[in-house]
């Protein structure tokens, strides 16, 4: 894991050491709670090695450093020096939301692939200006919406997509936790649970059904004993573009029960129900209107790698093979935009659009480089 002299490759098809049978050589910056988590990752996928640590805070770089034995010189304050140092193919970003948009478009510029954690930014503003640098540079930019890769969630998508439960027609989805927020980023921000939390519920409504979601309205509120300072309730109505529609119904203010982290959900279609509740899912066939035929209880199988092990995993091997990782930027669009809709419908208390023209035309105008999705 030495220092390697950085040769020039702004752009362009430069050829990769990893393309020829190498390890991918990755920086990450932000090593709190969850960087943590993803340096293990990192060093437990034998096709990538970290080759720099970028942290703003000396106390976090130290513990990671001695966690991981990690050498003094692939420790960086800032990215701008381990950019200047270092020789790498991609980029792991698991700082706070508001840093996201900084640091995947300077590493995008700098030839680098990306993987950000989720959200892909805190603002709308930020994520068109990453979907158009992935564009310009030709740089792969995915977002780590490992929810995807949960057994259950596998599961859920596999079933409501093979069409046993027929044309979607509605679908509920409650989440109720108590998350205490004391020192974390999500006490500070306007809206915790919307942005960094709901955003994987989005995302899941979209990946479980296989379709967009079209508009949004609701409320959010802070039930009185919230140590959260933004909203941590929202209630919320999408409406999907078969004209389907999903109630929402979140806090992170609970008290007494909670459920898991996905939610409970019920879909509903044109041929029965599935229910998907504390890790288990039930399959309602109901051909003739409200009578229930028959009642099953899914087997979940579970893959051989889950979550961010997954997105990883993908990642390396999309870009080996020339396909387009399930959730880059062109992809989360679609997601993001949901949660910023749903910001602006419980502050006006209107029906929003969740594609307003402006990132119509930003859809319209920035393209992915590669066609094929990976499957
Ligand atoms: N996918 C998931 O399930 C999941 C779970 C938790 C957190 N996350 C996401 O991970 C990200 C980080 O969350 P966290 O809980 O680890 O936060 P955290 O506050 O614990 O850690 C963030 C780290 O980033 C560092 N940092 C801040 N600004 C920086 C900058 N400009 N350059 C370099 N380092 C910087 C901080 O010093 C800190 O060490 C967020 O986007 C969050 O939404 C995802």
Excluded at 3 to 32: C, D, T, W, Y
Excluded at 120 to 140: K, N, V
Excluded at 286 to 291: G, I
Aim: glycine share 8%.
């Amino acid at each position: 894991m030495g220092l390697v002299a950085r040769s020039k490759r702004r752009g362009g098809n430069f050829p990769h050491p990893f393309l020829i049978g190498g390890e991918m050589r990755f920086i990450q910056v932000g090593i709190g709670s969850m960087g943590r988590r993803w340096l293990q990752w990192l060093t437990g996928n034998s096709d990538a090695e970290v080759v720099a640590l970028v942290d703003v805070d000396p106390t976090a770089l130290a513990s990671a450093r001695a966690a991981g034995n990690y050498r003094e010189e692939i420790c960086f304050s800032s990215l701008r020096d381990a950019l200047k140092h270092v020789d790498a193919d991609a980029l792991v970003c698991i700082t706070p939301p508001v840093h996201h948009k900084q640091c995947v478009t300077q590493a995008m510029k700098a030839g680098l692939n990306v993987i950000t954690e989720k959200p892909m930014a805190d603002s709308l503003p930020d994520c068109i200006s990453i979907l158009r640098t992935s564009h310009d540079t030709e740089r792969t930019c995915v977002v780590s919406q490992n929810y995807r890769y949960k057994p259950e969630t596998q599961t859920l998508a596999h079933l409501v997509r093979s069409g046993q439960i027929g044309d979607i027609g509605q679908v509920k989805i409650d989440y109720y936790l108590g998350w205490d927020c004391e020192g974390r980023f999500t006490q500070e921000i306007e809206h915790p649970l919307l942005v960094d939390m709901s955003i994987h519920h989005f995302d899941l409504i979209r990946f479980v059904t296989g379709l967009n979601v079209v508009s949004v309205r609701g409320e959010s509120w802070n039930p009185p004993w919230s140590n959260y300072k933004g909203d941590c309730s929202s209630a919320l109505v999408f409406e999907l573009e078969n004209g389907a529609h999903v109630v929402y119904n979140a806090s992170w203010g609970a008290k007494g029960q909670f459920c898991g982290w996905d939610g409970n959900w019920q879909i509903e279609g044109s041929k029965g129900s599935i229910l998907y509740e504390k890790g288990q899912i039930t399959i309602y066939e109901a051909p003739k209107l409200y009578r229930v035929t028959k009642t099953e209880t899914v087997c979940i199988k579970k893959p051989e790698k889950t979550g961010q092990e997954y997105v990883l995993n993908n990642f390396i091997h999309s870009l080996k093979h020339g396909l387009r990782p399930q959730t880059d930027v062109f992809d989360n669009i679609h997601s993001i935009a949901m949660v910023f809709a749903a910001i602006k419908a419980v502050k006006t208390g209107k029906r929003t659009p969740v594609l307003d023209r402006r990132l119509q035309q930003a859809i319209a105008d920035y393209k992915p480089r590669l066609a094929k999705e990976e499957a």
